[in-house]
T-cell receptor
Framework: DQQVKQNSPSLSVQEGRISILNCDYT??????FLWYKKYPAEGPTFLIS?????DKNEDGRFTVFLNKSAKHLSLHIVPSQPGDSAVYFC?????????????FGKGTKLTVNP | DAGVIQSPRHEVTEMGQEVTLRCKLI?????LFWYRQTMMRGLELLIY??????IDDSGMPEDRFSAKMPNASFSTLKIQPSEPRDSAVYFC???WGAGGNTIYFGEGSWLTVV
């Protein structure tokens, strides 16, 4: 039972254009959502997050949108740069067992071509 | 800097051998997590600790896997006996600070069981 789904395993865009990474979730108890970025041979690093009480959060070139009714979130990167090439993981959090428990999607590999 | 140090970074071992992965926390934590990453299943939560106490180990694949957290700055994940299907990248991670929603990952331990 995959609670967090990233249906696109890969995405390729041109430098300077917009990258849109999508994520769907099934558990309505999730109240916090995060995006992580992972380079090869490194651990995932936190990128941006959004609380379920908001529908948009922006940080520089990165914007996360949340549509609670559709149980969908997306990450927009504008403009895309070659250094953004990485695997992006969507994660959702719910308070369970006395702690926040993160569930990750399988990731989307983004390639930004010069 | 996530403040999470994992060792070994790479390990190649023969099937049937015992494997011990280590995680050291440089600073404090709210919770400590062990994740496993494979191509097929993405990032899976194996177990997490809250205040050194195991809270949820439902992700541990089978009895061959065990984890301990003897103090607030150190944890081990042990596989005994190891099997080729255990080959994966194992990440230790922590939450820290107010809210505790964001997880900070170590750089991972790459395990290959032949």
């Amino acid at each position: 039972d995959q609670q967090v789904k990233q249906n696109s395993p890969s995405l390729s865009v041109q430098e300077g254009r917009i990258s849109i990474l999508n994520c769907d979730y099934t558990n309505s108890m999730f109240d916090y959502f995060l995006w992580y970025k992972k380079y090869p041979a490194e651990g995932p690093t936190f990128l941006i997050s959004i609380s379920s009480i908001k529908d948009k959060n922006e940080d520089g070139r990165f914007t996360v949108f949340l549509n609670k009714s559709a149980k969908h979130l997306s990450l927009h990167i504008v403009p895309s740069q070659p250094g953004d090439s990485a695997v992006y993981f969507c994660a959702a959090s719910a308070y369970q067992g006395g702690s926040e428990k993160l569930v990750f999607g399988k990731g989307t590999k983004l390639t930004v071509n010069p | 800097d996530a403040g999470v140090i994992q060792s070994p970074r790479h390990e190649v071992t023969e099937m049937g051998q015992e494997v011990t992965l280590r995680c050291k926390l440089i600073s404090g934590h709210n919770s400590l997590f062990w994740y496993r990453q494979t191509m097929m299943r993405g990032l899976e939560l194996l177990i997490y600790f809250n205040n050194n106490v195991p809270i949820d180990d439902s992700g541990m694949p089978e009895d061959r896997f065990s984890a301990k957290m003897p103090n607030a700055s150190f944890s081990t994940l042990k596989i005994q006996p190891s099997e080729p299907r255990d080959s994966a990248v194992y990440f230790c991670a922590r939450t820290w600070g107010a809210g505790g929603n964001t997880i900070y990952f170590g750089e991972g331990s790459w395990l290959t069981v032949v």
